[in-house]
């Protein structure tokens, strides 16, 4: 499989590079539709990257900001993506977006699909999509061995529920569809083991290496 592999010197420089990227394409979306949609990760990595994306002005009001994956906790724990993006994206500039949270409060994600559906398709298709790998190459919460992966790589549903043996609490994860229905995806790793787990995901199935579902026409940008 060939895909674009961008690589920059260091990662303070890589998050800079691509909140510009990023707030070029919603800018460009901007221009010929009313209103935009952007899915980013949580995790440790993207944090910086929010800094500097929420920083630029760019019509925020007119743009939905969703998660790629949440873990089913409230936004209260230290391990809620949600939090991340209050407290790092949606700041300055950018908290003029529309949030779509993930969490509804249900003690189950299973317990409240349907406004789950509901919440998602409002914001679809998907202008932007950024994505996070793990070094099992799991991507959004499309983990190997989740208890949904197959339906979730296939299925038509657009927010699938998943628990894995590598994922600590219950996820929602966006399906596979609707990550490739995005306008322009990009995936956002950093260090060797990343790299090495990329390159091994490149000649895997999907249902061994997930993240090989999104790698056509996605855009990775690396740094050590
Ligand atoms: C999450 C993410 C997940 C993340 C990868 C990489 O909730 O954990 O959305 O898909 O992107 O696990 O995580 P790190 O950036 O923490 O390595």
């Given at each position: 499989m060939s895909i674009e592999i961008i690589e920059y010197p260091d990662a303070e420089l890589m998050m800079l590079k691509l909140a510009s990227i990023i707030s070029n394409a919603l800018k460009a979306t901007l221009r010929h539709q009313d209103s935009a949609s952007l899915a980013v990760p949580g995790g440790s990595t993207p944090g910086p990257l929010f800094d500097a994306l929420g920083?630029?002005?760019?019509?925020?009001?007119r743009v939905n900001v969703l998660l790629t994956d949440e873990r089913w906790?409230?936004?209260?724990?230290?391990?809620?993506n949600t939090a991340l993006l209050r407290e790092r994206?949606?700041?300055?500039?950018?908290?003029?977006a529309t949030l779509i949270p993930f969490?509804?409060?249900?003690?189950?994600?299973e317990d409240d699909l349907t406004t789950l559906y509901d919440r998602v398709a409002s914001a679809l298709p998907l202008s932007v999509c950024l994505l996070g790998m793990g070094?099992?190459?799991?991507t959004a919460s499309l983990?190997?061995?989740?208890?949904?992966l197959e339906d979730a790589l296939t299925?038509?549903?657009?927010v699938w529920p998943m628990r894995a043996p590598g994922a600590d609490e219950p996820r929602v994860t966006l399906g596979a569809r609707v990550l490739n229905d995005a306008f322009q995806r990009h995936l956002v790793i950093t260090g060797p083991e990343k790299r090495e787990a990329l390159e091994r995901a490149r000649h895997l199935p999907p249902t061994t290496a997930p993240v090989a579902a999104i790698l056509p026409d996605t855009t990775v940008h690396w740094a050590p």
């Open positions: 920083a630029i002005d760019l019509g925020w009001d906790v409230p936004e209260d724990s230290p391990r809620s994206l949606l700041v300055g500039p950018a908290a003029k969490f509804t409060g249900a003690a189950s994600p070094a099992d190459m799991h983990f190997p061995g989740g208890s949904a299925g038509e549903a657009p």
